[in-house]
Nanobody, 118 residues
Framework: QVQAVESGGGLVQAGDSLRLSCAASGRIFDKSVVGWFRQAPGKEREFVAAISWSGEKANYGDSTKGRFTISRDNAKNTVYLQMNGLKPEDTAVYYC???????????WGQGTQVTVSS
């Protein structure tokens, strides 16, 4: 099954940084917007960031704007999420997905856990 694979999560302290990676198997990222989402226990999935195919356009959720940076390396079929100034409220499972032509998010990975201690 073609899907994305997230990695890079871990346990860090408040104020630390982490870089998440989202690697695609197959060509699921070709010409696609790729997004990062997160879901904390008991909460709905939240949009974190998205990046265009060219990498020239990026959007961020209100809670991550200014602290997180999304980037991509199309030669490696990989999208990154650099997270700086982490806060305990950033604790969640982080997922990536590719946007389909219909505007839906597909090819979800299994997620990577990020835990930020205070």
């Amino acid at each position: 099954q073609v899907q994305a694979v997230e990695s890079g999560g871990g346990l860090v302290q408040a104020g630390d940084s982490l870089r998440l990676s989202c690697a695609a198997s197959g060509r699921i990222f070709d010409k696609s917007v790729v997004g990062w989402f997160r879901q904390a226990p008991g909460k709905e999935r939240e949009f974190v960031a998205a990046i265009s195919w060219s990498g020239e356009k990026a959007n961020y959720g209100d809670s991550t704007k200014g602290r997180f940076t999304i980037s991509r390396d199309n030669a490696k079929n990989t999208v990154y999420l650099q997270m700086n100034g982490l806060k305990p409220e950033d604790t969640a499972v982080y997922y990536c997905a590719a946007e389909s032509r219909a505007g839906t998010w597909e090819s979800w990975g299994q997620g990577t856990q990020v835990t930020v201690s205070s």
